[in-house]
């Protein structure tokens, strides 16, 4: 048995951000992984995803530059390229993850965990096993992709993971579920060459977006040719030598539809049924997820939970964030979460971003607001980008303009959200935003621009 002050299980986004944390703060650590360092993000997920998306811009853009005076003859797709390119990128990813524990003096131990009580885990890999006695220990498991019952995944039926080593970029592709994830590869694939059906249960796609946000990324996917199918039940699918074929419903008629491989993105499940955490009394709150409080600590004062598997959403700054202040926790500072000014960002073509309150949000809690938004069209460097599709929104709370929210649609949003998270966080107000000199030209422009409207002197548009 050996004996450690901190255990982390999974290596994830907040795993080994929790692992080094902890480390710092002069704790002997303990990182268990059974798949992968890094994760689903950094192997599966978020990383490698983006990769596919920027190929999918990139091959797009060189095929569609005429207006710009780029007119290519022929481009051509190295389907086998671009898999090693992005293969890469994940290997330089994950060594670096291995590289920082290492350094961080962390032991790195492979297996599956099971707590046997709230001060021992069993760790399982293959014919070994070993047992770890802890003071303390961070749970960071993530989540699993949702499986629906009539869309077992098959070669053909396949899962966000599966979508990311295709053998090749399917003719046709149907998505169920038009959210972040089904969207971002579902846009990737059109601008990749695939014809895209997106089939969607709820009354939109992009459910947490604004409306405004979500219109200009649907008619975004129309120009590629995608088809958004919403108010839809997918109720089964059917597979034969060429592919699959969907059932669907949709306004009350039943209809089907042809395609090389269905998607399935309808959720993600935490990874928390196969630990054994009633053994070490740990309780659950819904949908398998663990009652945490704002330290992160669950009902076990020694064990702590972070990431997918506690209430919130599924990001991996999230997942990070949470893994420092769980650390901290444990070595006794008063740290606490305080998600206000946490940003989520959707790669969907363009871009979508936000941060803190969006105006439906405030008014609920009964914050009167003042609001302000600013076109990219009005933008010298989004012109010369040709990318004037977008614009920036900002919520104030009107008794001051004291910033409260921020919500992006346009190239670059992802970047340029960060601006917005940082003022937020610093209890800033659309005057000092104003006042902030920004670089010319730029895209961060577009922010300062939309606080000069809230305050009331805009300068490029003209005040209504």
């Not at 997920?45 to 091959?59: E, N």
């Not at 649907?218 to 120009?223: M, T």
């Not at 600013?374 to 989004?382: D, L, T, Y």
């Not at 659309?430 to 902030?436: F, G």
Request: hydrophobic residues 40%; negative net charge; charged residues 20%.
């Amino acid at each position: 048995m050996k004996y450690i002050d901190t255990l982390v299980i999974g290596a994830g986004p907040g795993g080994y951000v929790a692992a080094i944390r902890a480390s710092q703060k002069g704790q002997n650590v303990t990182i268990i992984e059974r798949e992968y360092l890094g994760g689903v993000c950094s192997n599966v997920g978020c990383i490698p995803s983006k990769v596919l998306i920027s190929v999918g811009h990139r091959f797009e853009q060189a095929k569609h530059s005429g207006d710009m005076g780029v007119v290519a003859q022929e481009v051509k797709l190295n389907w086998a390229k671009v898999q090693e390119f992005k293969n890469g990128v994940v290997s330089k990813l994950v060594g670096g993850v291995k590289g920082l524990l290492k350094g961080n003096k962390i032991d790195i131990v492979n297996g599956e965990a099971y707590f046997v009580n709230a001060n021992t885990v069993r760790v399982i890999d293959g014919d070994n096993e070993q047992t770890y006695r802890f003071k303390n220990a961070i749970i960071a498991t993530g989540s699993r992709p949702v499986e629906i019952p009539t869309f077992k995944f098959t070669e053909r039926v396949i899962n966000s993971t599966d979508a990311l080593t295709l053998p090749e970029v399917p003719k046709k592709l149907v998505v169920i579920g038009g959210g972040y994830i089904g969207t971002e590869l579902g846009s990737a694939y059109a601008n990749l060459g695939s014809q895209v059906t997106i089939i969607e249960g709820g009354n939109d796609i992009l459910a947490g977006f604004e409306k405004q946000m979500t219109q200009i990324v649907k008619k975004g996917l129309k120009k590629k040719g995608v088809e958004v199918v919403v108010g839809a039940l997918a109720k089964g699918v059917e597979e034969n030598e060429n592919g699959v074929v969907v059932t669907y419903e949709a306004d009350g008629e039943e209809k089907t539809v042809e395609a090389n491989y269905v998607l399935v993105t309808v959720g993600r499940r935490p990874n928390t049924d196969k630990l054994g955490l009633e053994a070490a009394g740990i309780e659950f709150a819904e949908r398998g997820l663990l009652k945490v409080d704002k330290q992160c600590r669950t009902t076990v004062p020694n064990i702590y939970a972070i990431g997918d598997i506690i209430s919130g959403p599924q990001l991996a700054h999230k997942a990070s964030y949470e893994g420092k202040v769980a650390a901290e926790a444990i070595a006794g500072e008063n740290s606490i979460v305080d998600y206000l000014a946490i940003p989520a960002v959707c790669f969907t073509d363009p871009e979508l971003a936000t941060v803190g309150f969006n105006e439906e949000q405030a008014k609920a809690e009964g914050i009167e607001v003042n609001t302000a938004k600013f076109p990219f069209a009005a933008n010298g460097r989004a012109l010369a980008l040709n990318a004037t599709e977008g614009f920036v929104k900002l919520v104030a709370r009107k008794e001051d303009n004291l910033l409260i929210g921020a919500q992006i649609v346009g190239t670059g949003a992802s970047d340029m959200i960060a601006e917005m998270a940082l003022a937020i966080e610093a209890g800033m107000t659309a005057e000092d935003i104003a006042l902030t000199i920004h670089a010319h030209p730029t895209l961060g422009e577009i922010t300062m621009e939309a606080a000069e409207v809230i305050i009331g002197r805009p300068i490029h548009i003209v005040k209504v």
